[in-house]
């Protein structure tokens, strides 16, 4: 296969996707470039892609769809109809769809068929419409739906909601379903999450999803946490999953929302399902049943590692004793600055509560800083919460450590600024009020 390589958005707008190439993205695509698209033609549309992608760590922004209009294979609304191949390594942010009327709907796959998916983030948010579609419908945040894959180190941070009330409704934060009763290769799911606010008018739903498995497979969902609220108005609904459908294993999961109209803390049924160590905040919830052997804990129990039994804090998880849930250790792995031009001071770091994220801009330029939950930094370039060090790239190149005073923990409302200048020895960074001027020069937060 030959290998394209997919540094503008007009380059990503053609691609086929017919199995014969591979793709691999060698920039950024950000809303400042020149060919950023005011209208985007969703990929793979009626047919399905089966191009490998490797993202390579780069980021695709700013992605608005809201013409959606039935074709005539009608999988799904997505940057992705349907899909069968494998992605690695690409992150989404402020990636916005909306539909009303599609059988499955999402941010960035409509439907999945198969194939593995490692090291894909999208923020953004998806929202359906009331209108009627026939058969079942889905509405997730990364995919709509799937009949098998294998999903490592993938995540969905935003906003996801339905008004359709129709009782074939499928939702979930992460997905709106994951099951298949007729293809036999396996759903895996490992190191996955969901970070966000759920809002459902119908149907079945689930934190995670709403339903998984499958007669004719086996599933296993590892290491995986949703993270929110959810506000059910009808139909069946619980904080992680709502119906497992034999074969599955659900080990070292958790869910942390605050519910209203929400049926169960973590799972309804349990056919033929084993759920091992897994934990739900009843404090938040409201709720305390034990379905499928699930463990209410309230908040401060979930603070609390001792909580989790079985659970590894060595090389999966991490947690921030008495002040947080465990999050995953591969959040703190986010490359930074690899695309920032150098200089010599006026890099900004933005930070804004409401999509949870951080960004250094220089000029038009940016790069992702940091994922943020509960207000403490949980993903930053090679940073060593032990010893507080922080590594810095310019262009890929290493510039050397800075190690901080105090562990990188910020403010949990509001919006602020952070504005740096990099010498030849160190880094230095003030914190300060306003996008304008200079920063508060008697505050400084990072020392």
Request: glycine share 12%.
């Amino acid at each position: 296969m030959a290998t394209v390589e997919i540094s503008t958005w007009s380059e990503f707008q053609a691609i086929i996707g017919d199995g014969t190439d591979d793709y691999l993205f060698t920039s950024d695509l950000l809303t400042t470039d020149p060919d950023y698209p005011a209208t985007f033609d969703m990929l793979a549309e009626d047919g399905i892609f089966q191009g490998d992608i490797d993202g390579d760590g780069h980021v695709i922004d700013g992605l608005v769809l809201s013409s959606y209009s039935a074709g005539s294979a009608d999988y799904g609304y997505a940057v992705f109809e349907s899909f069968e191949a494998n992605m690695t390594n690409l992150h989404f942010t402020n990636l916005n769809v909306s539909a009303n009327g599609t059988k499955r709907i999402a941010t960035v796959f409509g439907f999945i068929w198969d194939g593995n998916y490692t090291d894909i983030i999208a923020e953004g948010s998806v929202s359906r419409g009331s209108s009627s579609t026939s058969g079942d419908a889905y509405c997730g945040g990364l995919f709509g739906s799937c009949n098998a894959g294998v999903f490592t180190r993938c995540g969905f941070i935003g906003d996801v909601s339905s008004t359709y009330t129709s009782s074939s409704q499928k939702n979930g934060g992460f997905s709106g379903q994951m099951y298949s009763s007729s293809n036999p290769d396996p759903i895996t799911v490992n190191e996955c999450f969901y970070v966000g606010n759920m809002s459902f008018a119908g149907g079945e739903s689930g934190g995670f999803t709403s339903e998984l498995g499958g007669s004719a497979k086996t599933c296993s969902t590892f290491n995986t946490y949703v993270e929110g609220s959810m506000v059910v108005t009808g139909g069946a609904s619980s904080g992680f999953v709502k119906d497992e459908i034999s074969n599955n294993d659900l080990d070292n999961c958790y869910s942390a929302l605050d519910c209203t109209g929400v049926t169960y803390g973590f799972t309804g049924s349990t056919s033929s399902s084993v759920v091992s160590n897994c934990y739900y905040d009843t404090t938040r919830s409201g709720l305390s049943d034990t379905n499928g052997g699930s463990a209410p804990k309230t908040t401060t129990e979930m603070y609390q590692q001792a909580t989790y039994s079985g659970w590894d804090f060595s090389t999966v998880w991490v947690i921030n004793e008495g002040n947080d849930y465990p999050r995953l250790q591969w959040e703190t792995e986010l490359e930074l600055l690899e695309s920032m031009h150098d200089g010599t001071n006026g890099y900004k770091v933005e930070y804004n509560i409401t999509s949870s994220s951080y960004r250094i801009t220089h000029g038009s330029e940016f790069k992702e800083f940091a994922y943020v939950r509960s207000g403490t930094i949980r993903r930053v370039s090679n940073y060593n919460a032990t010893t507080k060090e922080l590594e810095f790239f310019v262009n890929g190149v290493s510039q050397g450590t800075h190690t901080f005073t105090n562990a990188l923990v910020m403010p949990s409302t509001g919006t602020f600024y952070i504005e740096g200048q990099r010498t030849v020895d160190e880094w230095s960074y003030k914190e300060g009020p306003t996008a304008s001027g200079d920063v508060a020069t008697d505050y400084t937060y990072f020392t």
